[in-house]
């Protein structure tokens, strides 16, 4: 069946980077498009990234813009979110996510999403 791993979340201060992965198996990552999802506590979850299943369409939200890089490496399977200048607010459960037939384009919507892994906590603070 479909799996999604996440690794990588961590305690850091402001201002240093870290790199989730989403480990996949189960199904081709040509087939699904990817996204990350994340959610503080007390909030809702906010989309914001995803790669499109062939891998020309990345999208990011307007919160993380110049800031998170996402990226996928299909021998190992896998999806990567740079994250860079994290800030207190960025403290949140990461998750990915797959959905099927976004083959060149990709959207942050998370009801898009039918896949999940379950999350890699990241906490910024000083």
């Known amino acids: 069946q479909l799996q999604l791993v996440e690794s990588g979340g961590g305690l850091v201060q402001p201002g240093e980077s870290l790199r989730l992965s989403c480990v996949t198996s189960g199904f081709s990552l040509d087939r699904y498009a990817i996204g990350w999802i994340r959610q503080a506590p007390g909030t809702g979850q906010e989309g914001i990234s995803c790669i499109s299943a062939d891998g020309s369409s990345t999208t990011y939200a307007d919160s993380v813009k110049g800031r998170f890089t996402v990226s996928r490496d299909k021998s190992k399977k896998t999806i990567y979110l740079q994250i860079n200048s994290l800030q207190p607010e960025d403290t949140a459960n990461y998750s990915c996510?797959?959905?099927?037939?976004?083959?060149?384009?990709?959207?942050?919507?998370?009801?898009?999403?039918?896949?999940w892994g379950r999350g890699t906590q990241v906490t910024v603070s000083s």
């Open positions: 996510a797959a959905t099927s037939g976004r083959i060149s384009h990709c959207v942050l919507s998370p009801g898009d999403y039918g896949w």
